[in-house]
């Protein structure tokens, strides 16, 4: 068995936790979601769903690492003894395999946007028909958009390569805190711009009557995937956490990040749209079109497009370290590789699955099977498949199969005072994790089949 590494310290984990769990999800899908499906309304579901579905499995995942320290599969194998569970372990280094091989793509559109910004192209924006050509062009041609992916995917393996403290801790103690500038910089840019306040309406407004059963649904989703749950990544990051580090308080801090950073994009989008008179519904679009439009128009508009995009580049790059890092610690630790053979080795062949990924978008738009592309196969097969699957079994497991006493038996390492002076709180973690959170994942999973 190979020396495994340790992050430097509970703060170095938590944030490249908080990097992983921050990406294209809170800047780019989270805002969109929330304006289309009730606002404060959507947001109020979506913090429900966190509560009861998303910390609780979040401290499964972290602790099933921390208390095996080994990837998901070696976690599974150690703790079942199981060849069924051990598989589901495997299942999400398939995940990370697959999710990470069409993150890249659209990371690598937000790399490539960052040139865009710098080259002055906004400025001819006049209408959103010309944003959306522009975008159409770029996407259509293979070259820009193979090679971006090509160019975010290097990044991401330098930083793996360079190993877990490092790489991945020494990167994010540098990526997470300019990203919460730039973002606190295009806060306060939106909120300084006449009509902000509309977007911020739009965002914070409960409108009730959109909450449906579906939106529900949509809010549990996006729990999972922006809390990098249900395929390993927390369990892999929580396998290098030293076993004095308070868990219950590392998660509840990654969790309020995570909720707060998505919330700060919110505000920093639509008080942007608002103010400069464009549509909010611009679903996916949001980030590649519309908002480039409006900072053709913003005051400062060249300077705030810049950061922004460097604002998502980042934001995808520490999350798509850690999807890496899930199928990197697979080999090394159970198969004995050295990480830079794991990381050369896996790293293309995910960086090669990626590129039919990219050819959805030109030549290979019409290649499709079950009647998607390649790219939107991908992301249903992770996100509404594996996914589930895996946050569901990780709680099943957790709460049936390792069971209560053994699991609060580590759970108390590192958080002994906490947990005695409020056994209450290790109690409720079990009932959530025993009975609510499987019970709505199932049914978020039946959705996503089409099945209800
Ligand atoms: N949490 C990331 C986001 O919100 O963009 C996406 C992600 C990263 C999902 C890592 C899963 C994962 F393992």
New binding site residues.
């Given amino acids: 068995m190979n020396n495994r590494e340790n992050w430097g310290s509970k703060f170095g984990f938590i944030l490249a936790a908080t990097g ?11 805002p969109y979601i929330a304006g289309e499906n009730g606002g404060a309304a959507f947001v109020f579901v979506y913090l429900f769903c966190i509560a009861l579905v998303g910390l609780p499995v979040l401290m499964a995942e972290v602790l099933m690492g921390r208390t095996t320290q080994r990837n998901p599969v070696g976690a599974f194998k150690i703790l079942s003894g199981s060849p069924v569970w051990t598989a589901i372990g495997g299942l999400g280094v398939l ?2 395999f697959v ?2 091989s069409f ?1 890249s793509v659209i990371a690598g559109w937000s790399l490539g946007y960052v040139f865009e910004a710098i080259s002055g192209a906004f400025s001819d924006f006049t209408t959103a028909s010309v944003a959306e050509e522009h975008f159409n062009s770029l996407v259509s041609d293979v070259t820009w958009n193979v090679g971006w992916h090509v160019i975010f995917f290097g990044f991401t393996m330098a930083f793996v390569y360079l190993g877990v403290k490092g790489g991945i801790e020494r990167g994010s103690k540098i990526m997470m805190p300019v990203l919460f500038i730039i973002l606190l910089m295009l806060v306060a840019r939106g909120l300084t711009l006449e009509g902000a306040e509309k977007g911020i309406a739009f965002l914070l407004n409960p409108d009730w009557s959109k909450i449906s059963g579906e939106s529900v649904l949509i809010a549990l989703g996006h729990a ?11 369990m892999t990051y929580g396998s290098y956490l030293n076993k004095d580090d308070n868990i219950l308080s590392a998660t509840s801090l990654i969790v309020f990040l ?1 909720t707060f950073i998505a919330l700060l994009a919110g505000v920093a989008i639509f008080s942007s749209v608002f103010a400069m008179g464009q549509d909010p519904a611009g679903g996916p679009g949001l980030i590649f079109q519309t908002l480039p439009l409006v900072f053709s128009t913003m005051p400062g508009g060249f300077i705030f497009s810049i950061l922004f995009f460097v604002l998502l580049s980042l ?2 790059l520490t ?2 370290i ?2 890496l890092e ?1 199928v990197v610690a697979y080999f090394v630790d159970e198969k004995n590789w050295p990480r830079h053979k794991a990381v050369i080795v896996f790293g293309l062949v995910t960086l090669l699955l990626g590129i039919p990924s990219a050819l959805s978008f030109n030549v290979m738009a019409e290649v499709k099977l079950f009647g998607k592309n390649f790219f939107d196969l991908a992301d249903f097969f992770s996100s509404n498949i594996l ?1 589930p699957l895996g946050g569901f079994c990780i709680a099943v497991f957790v709460a049936w199969v390792w069971g209560f006493d053994k699991a609060v038996i580590h759970l108390k390492e590192g958080s002994a005072g906490l947990l005695d002076r409020n056994p209450w709180l290790a109690d409720l973690w079990w009932v959530f994790l025993k009975f609510i959170s499987p019970v709505l994942i199932f049914i978020v999973f039946l959705y996503s089949l089409g099945l209800i």
Avoid: E, Q
């Fill in positions: 992983s769990a921050i990406g294209l999800g809170n800047i780019w899908k989270f995940a990370g999710v990470l993150y999972f995937f922006t809390l990098s749950l249900g395929m390993g990544a927390m995570d934001a995808a999350s798509a850690s999807l899930v996914l």
